[in-house]
């Protein structure tokens, strides 16, 4: 009987969790198909008319169709330069001993230590000096310090929890270093590097403080885009601004689903052949 | 078909020598075993042969042809590893057929083979499965069959059975005897069973911190054992050890145990104390009437082992254990008097453990 209450108790506490996590987010959602009317008003509302408007100003400004633009192609280039060099870099860290692999893991973490702020300042005056502030280039280049460093962190254990053993099977059967880690250490550690590729992804997605530094026009990112909705005009647009933080949501979301359905799928038993 | 020479081979990690000064021949077709306590460098060695570790001296050959510094796929070797080591994200047709990919052998060569050797070991059925979802025992026999798919000239084994429950160990340990029988391909076998050792192996290497106690036929190892530590480590139950005084060359017999030890068989060589060995099995009750080669004491402890029971008892200050027939076993506190002859006893120096037995005197 104890153990049915520890459990009923247990699952409540989770219950409630979750709750406090989904509530806001179902909140915004129904609000960003809200009326005006309908979000201002004292009783909160669950039943209303829905409307497109508040998605349609959103898409349709053009400062949003830039930042969208921007923010995939910044996020997808760095995500890219990350993983391609940093999968290896763990890898070669994870798997070849040397004397400074454990301090190159540090570093590599200690770039994450600095306040933002302090990264951001130097790399202002950086990109003004070289001609590239204001670009997607030079928010490439910044953020692929920020997904190599996350990359490598956490793509390090993943390459060790590969059992030595088959690297070494693969050896004996006659496959040179870089076969092995591309025909057994990546798969077999898919599961986690895609792990560690989106939470990067998601890193740079939501990253702000650098980017509204780094940017003035041109290159602005979406959640740059998104806090200037509040500066629209005295009445704060709720509506347009909950539309506007959804569709800001959508691309890890969907970028999340993508590569899931790709890792089942390539984990998949492949046909013989 | 391939034999092996190792020559001085030596292998070091900084200053510690792991292996020092190996020499072997392996003739073709031959199953030789590596058998020690763990730490003893029979891994070790196993490695060198497969090029997973530099050899650090010596020189290794397969087939007269000097391998030291090849890779692996030039060694003409395929390994099974201890925890079967299979490549998670294929298929069991995948796992085997891996190796021959890199071979550049026509698609549909392979697909014979592949389909030849799962036929082997019993995989038809399974080609198609991921190799996690499979039982221990048919992930062990998929390991096997990505190493004879190879046709390699040596197969490397690394204790492949450890990891299996003891039923299925009996199993694939008969499996791999009749595979030997079938392929006749030249293997070496690494264990710290010497059960799988004694069954399996035409000859046993027996290593002890990097080098070689004892080669020989598991027939050989067992009733010629060059030292204590060969003595005790095989056999079940272990052993029996005792000191010896002697007093004097001339009346080969202890004080504290009254053991007969013949200068005829044994290199006595004017030592005054030796270590005396017995198995188990081949301590018997005396009769009333037999007065040599007695040991005698209290019994403590019975052990039912089925056919037979092990029963232990203390004598000259050291732990006996004998082998009895179940049903003739006496209960603990019965007075015991057991007797053995004189062809099972092996005498050992006290000071390095080796055998005193002389080499010239065979026994049956």
């Known amino acids: 009987m104890a153990r049915n209450v520890s459990k009923t108790i247990g699952r409540g506490v989770v219950a409630i969790a979750a709750l406090l996590v989904i509530i806001p987010l179902f909140w915004t959602l129904l609000s960003a198909f809200k009326n005006r009317v309908d979000i201002v008003t004292p009783t909160p509302m669950l039943f209303f008319t829905p409307t497109l408007d508040n998605v349609l100003y959103v898409l349709e400004r053009e400062s949003v169709r830039a930042g969208l633009i921007n923010s995939i192609i910044v996020s997808g280039c760095s995500v890219l330069i990350g993983a391609i060099f940093g999968l290896p870099c763990a890898y070669a860290v994870a798997r070849y001993p040397m004397r400074v692999a454990d301090d190159i893991q540090f570093f590599v973490l200690s770039l994450r230590f600095l306040p933002p702020v302090a990264i951001a300042i130097p790399l202002i005056v950086i990109w003004l000096d070289v001609g590239l502030y204001d670009s997607r280039i030079a928010l490439i280049v910044t953020y692929s310090l920020l997904t190599l460093s996350t990359t490598i962190w956490l793509a390090i254990p993943a390459f060790k929890r590969v059992p030595q053993e088959i690297e070494e099977a693969a050896f004996v059967d006659g496959y040179g270093p870089y076969a092995i880690f591309f025909l057994i250490a990546l798969p077999a550690a898919a599961k986690s590097l895609i792990g560690a590729i989106v939470f990067s992804f998601v890193l740079v997605w939501n990253e ?16 740059i885009v998104a806090s200037e909705m509040t500066q629209l005009g005295r009445d704060v647009p709720w509506g347009i601004l909950n539309a506007s933080v959804i569709l800001l949501s959508l691309p890890p979301l969907l970028f999340l689903g993508v590569l899931s359905s790709f890792l089942s799928s390539a984990l998949k038993t492949r046909k013989q052949g | 078909m391939a034999e092996l020479s190792f020559r001085n081979i030596a292998k070091r990690y900084g200053d510690i020598d792991v292996v020092a ?77 891996f190796g021959l990919k890199r071979m550049k052998i026509g698609r549909e060569e392979i697909d014979k083979r592949v389909r030849s050797a799962a036929k082997t070991l019993g995989l038809e059925g399974l080609l198609d499965r991921r ?90 190892i067992f009733e010629r054992p060059n030292s204590q530590f060969v003595a005790s480590f095989i056999g079940t139950p272990a052993m029996n050890f005792f000191e010896v005084d002697l007093a004097g060359a001339s009346a080969p017999c202890s004080k504290k145990a009254r053991l007969a030890i013949d200068p005829a068989r044994f290199d006595l060589d004017g030592r005054s104390k030796v270590v005396v ?57 019965d007075q015991v008097r057991m007797t053995f002859s004189d062809d099972n006893l092996h005498a050992f120096d006290i000071e390095t453990g080796r055998s005193l037995a002389k080499r010239s005197q065979g026994r049956p």
């Open chain 2, 21 to 97: 000064d190996f020499n072997l021949r392996v003739e073709d077709r031959e199953f030789i075993v590596f058998l020690g306590p763990s730490g003893c460098g029979k891994s070790t060695i196993l490695r060198m042969i497969a090029g997973l570790e530099e050899i650090s001296g010596g020189e290794l050959a397969i087939n007269g042809k000097v391998v030291n510094d090849l890779a692996p796929r030039e060694r003409n070797v395929a390994m099974v590893f201890q925890n079967y080591a299979l490549y998670p994200h294929m298929s069991v047709y995948g796992n085997i057929a």
């Open chain 2, 131 to 220: 190799s996690t979802a499979l039982s221990g025992g048919q992930q062990q026999r998929v390991a096997i069959a990505r190493a004879i798919v190879k046709t390699p000239g040596v197969f490397l084994f690394d204790e492949p059975l450890s990891n299996l429950d003891a039923k299925l160990r009996n199993h694939m340990r008969v499996e791999i005897a009749r595979l030997h029988q079938q392929l006749k391909t030249t293997t070496v076998y690494v264990t710290h069973d010497q059960l799988e050792a004694m069954t399996l192996a035409d000859r046993i290497v027996l290593l002890r911190n990097g080098a070689i106690e004892q080669v020989g036929s598991p027939r050989e």
């Open chain 2, 277 to 333: 060995g017995i198995r188990p099995a081949h301590l018997r009750p005396a009769r009333q009437d037999e007065t040599a080669n007695i040991i005698e004491g209290v019994v403590d402890l019975i052990e039912f082992l089925g056919n037979d029971a092990l029963i232990t008892f203390k004598y000259a200050g050291e732990e006996v254990g004998a082998l009895v027939p179940a049903q003739m076993s006496p209960r603990v506190g």
């Open chain 1, 208 to 223: 702000f403080l650098i980017a509204l530094m780094l940017t003035t026009s041109d290159a602005k990112t979406l959640p």
